[in-house]
């Protein structure tokens, strides 16, 4: 399997052949990745210093990061769906235990490339392999132990968890170990510019690790503090969003200025021929996409124009190939698979990005207490509230509500049905099934609260999020260009190379075209014109509203009539006593605190009774007249600092906002540094070569001598006469 999945012939030929060689190297490659052997490329650093090993290496790197990349995404969906206020990302512990991974594996592909292409960044290739096995066993550790609290935790185990913890130091242990004993034996002697795309992908690399550095000082940094008797502290979202955010910044903009930049060297003035077009263009985009979408926002033109910087660079480098192409009467589309899956994942991390920053920015949020026949305004959407019903499923008791969109003319285009479940195999435990309505720009987001004292309507949050779906679509198109990547210039049917081909251009265009449209359309201003779903008149949908509920095994009181939903009086709903648009204060503190219960939910997103308990004790505090410095110290001095989603800068948490800043300097100190030494060791290396060597460097380079068994010999070509010449010789 080794020798067909490298391209060679399934049988060796006679020993001690070239051949027979290559076959054995490729079998104790393809057995040592397996068997995930990440060891042996440390003890045995002159098999894994040829670039043949890291082309072999790399299908198995990128396989692993497209099933992190789509399990990831995944996660992401379901606490979107399943946690019944929206977040697509909470930076719960677990969540970052499956994020620092996947960010050094996604430099670990970078270093390899280099590696594949010019035999440099051996080291470093060594060493981010070994960091992202250990980071996969710390992930395991963190999920299944109990260490740490999470929604999204396995098990609770100590003697399970003292056992992985027992195997990770064994294993980071030898590791390291192995790599600092034999490290300086695979250093490589490729020298580049500080202008190339090997410094840029050291630059990529170095902040990828302190991305990933900041984020585990974030999720370990409340263990330790904790472990040492400094108290509990919460590091939450605001902190990894202003920090970790930061960081990525000058990563993103490096993404297509690394993806056009040539190898070794690159002028400044070619590249700013190549690329300041689509600057000028990212820049003008950027700074007029807040004012379309209704708002100025900093953030958000940042995030616009560098989604904007890296679609426009990919156009410009598809550009650069197709005038090269044309000119050689090749075709345009000629790019290898590889070359497409760059591309294609990189306009993957622009749609990720846009539609990030545009959700938390541009989401409307409202709640109200609802009662069938009430209305509530979230922008420029009416939903109507039109009962709700109690059945009985598999293993399951749950509520399930009935909300119908509606115009201004009260025409009916959609419902939605959100529901509260109650399991049997748990007590106490209430999960929230969230209704969503998919929409060209924006998502419509209805769950169900809690019941209204008197039980017949229930507290209803609604959100129109736009653009949320571009974060999971940005995801896809990065696992497609990851698997696209896996493909390598030596594939031989040529049949399935067009195919493939073929598909990546299209999945270029549509990731394109997904970009253009997403990032220019701003979202509708009303629901006048006909919607994505289809329209049905009002009595059917009242009639499939009551079969609905009457098909329903009732455990409650529920009028559900087709009559008495055809005949509901439309009013607008009483917000509910912590509706963002009502009480903005109240939100606002909030949103600051954290739920004691969730744990990495605020007390404004939780929907845990302790978390009404305290949002009901911020209103009283703002009631009372307090402004909100008064109550969060009210809330500190009761519950602590841990009750503070975002830590404070004082003694004990200096390290924590420092740190990402020491990372990030570091990370930009490490690629100046790696430059001067590549250049300063070339030089020596160039001052070093004997009149000897340079006379047989020439020969070699102008075809005059071949390389054959460890030494030179002369080309047939090179003798005159039958008489070997003198350069030839030497």
């Known amino acids: 399997a080794g ?79 399943e946690l019944g206020w929206g977040g697509w990302w909470a930076w719960d512990p677990v969540e970052n235990a499956s994020l620092m991974p996947w960010l050094t594996g996604t430099a670990l592909m970078h270093s390899l490339a280099v590696t594949e292409k010019r035999g440099a960044f051996k080291i470093w290739t060594v060493f981010l392999a070994i960091l992202t096995f250990s980071l996969s066993l710390l992930g395991t550790f963190l999920v299944r132990s109990g260490v740490l609290t999470s929604v999204h935790a396995f098990a609770s185990d100590p003697a399970r968890g003292m056992f992985i ?105 070619r590249m700013g021929r190549l690329l300041g077009l689509p600057l000028a263009l990212a820049l003008v985009l950027g700074l007029l996409t807040p004012v379309l979408l209704g708002a100025w926002s900093t953030v958000m033109a940042l995030a616009a124009f560098l989604a904007y910087w890296i679609v ?67 922008r420029d959407v009416t939903l109507r509230y039109d009962g709700w019903s109690e059945y009985r499923g598999p ?39 969230a209704a969503i309505l998919h929409r060209l720009t924006e998502d419509i987001y209805v769950s169900l609260a809690s019941p209204t004292p008197d039980g017949e309507g229930w507290v209803v949050r609604a959100y129109v999020k736009p653009f949320v779906t571009l974060i999971w679509i940005g995801t896809l198109f990065m696992a497609l260009g990851g698997l696209l990547a896996m493909a390598t210039r030596s594939t031989r049917a040529p049949q399935l190379r067009e195919m493939g081909k073929r598909a990546a251009i299209s999945a270029a265009g549509t990731a394109a075209a997904c970009c253009v449209l997403a990032m220019l359309a701003a979202p509708a201003s009303s629901y006048a014109a006909e919607p994505l779903m289809g329209s049905v008149t009002a009595t059917e949908k009242s009639k499939a509203a009551a079969a609905f509920l009457d098909s329903a095994p009732s455990l409650g009181t529920v009028e559900n009539s087709a ?79 841990y009750v503070l989603f975002k830590p404070p800068f004082k003694a004990k948490t200096w390290l924590l906002w420092l740190g990402p800043i020491a990372f990030v300097f570091l990370a930009f100190w490490g690629m100046v540094r790696i430059v001067r030494i590549r250049r300063e060791d070339a030089k020596a290396r160039r001052l070093a070569a004997s009149a000897k060597s340079l006379a047989c460097a020439k020969a070699f380079l102008r075809g005059e001598v071949e390389y054959v068994d460890g030494g030179f010999a002369a080309r047939q070509s090179s003798l005159k006469n039958g008489v070997q010449t003198r350069g030839a010789s030497e």
């Open 312 to 378: 426009f660079g990919a156009a410009a480098d598809w550009v650069r190939y197709a005038r090269t192409a044309r000119a050689q009467k090749r075709s345009v589309f000629g790019q290898t698979l590889p070359w497409w899956g760059m591309h294609i994942a990189h306009l993957g991390l622009a749609l990720l990005i846009f539609g990030a920053a545009a959700n938390g920015i541009y989401q409307v949020e409202r709640g109200a207490a609802m009662q069938p026949g009430q209305t509530v305004q979230v």
């Open 563 to 641: 009559d008495a939903f055809a005949n509901l009086k439309t009013a607008e709903a009483k917000p509910s006593e912590f509706d963002p648009a009502a009480n903005p204060r109240v939100h606002n503190i909030a949103s600051q605190l954290r739920c004691l219960v969730c744990a990495n939910e605020t007390i404004a997103e939780s929907n845990a009774q302790l978390a009404v308990d305290l949002r009901r004790e911020v209103a009283e505090q703002v009631k009372a007249g307090r402004t909100d410095d008064e109550v969060v110290a009210f809330m500190v001095e009761r519950y602590g600092d």
């Open 165 to 269: 913890l027992i195997f990770l130091v064994i294993v980071i242990g030898v590791s390291f170990l192995l790599f600092a004993w034999r490290a300086g034996s695979v250093a490589s002697a490729a020298s580049f510019s500080g202008l190339s795309r090997e410094s840029l992908l050291m630059g990529n690399n170095l902040l990828l690790v302190a991305g990933m550095a900041i984020v585990l000082l974030g999720t370990l940094y409340p263990l330790f503090l904790d472990a040492v008797g400094g108290g509990r502290i919460t590091v939450g979202g605001p902190y990894f969003e202003s920090v970790f955010g930061s960081a990525m910044v000058p990563l993103a903009f490096l993404v297509p200025v690394g993806a056009v930049c040539a190898w070794k060297s690159q002028s400044i003035d």
């Open 3 to 81: 020798r067909i999945l490298c391209g060679l012939p399934a049988a060796g030929g006679k020993k001690g052949s070239q051949n027979q060689t290559e076959c054995a190297k490729a079998e104790f490659f393809h057995s040592s990745t397996l068997t995930q052997n990440k060891f042996y490329s440390a003890c045995a650093p002159k098999n894994f210093g040829s670039m043949a090993r890291a082309r072999w290496m790399r299908p198995w790197t990128t396989a692993s990061w497209v099933l992190l990349t789509l399990g990831i995404s995944l996660g992401s969906y379901w606490s979107y769906y």
């Open 395 to 433: 293993n399951y008791t749950a509520a399930k509500g009935v909300l119908t969109i509606v115009n201004d003319q009260g025409k009916e285009f959609e419902q939605l049905f959100p529901e509260k479940r109650n399991y049997d195999a748990v007590q106490n435990m209430t999960m929230t099934e």
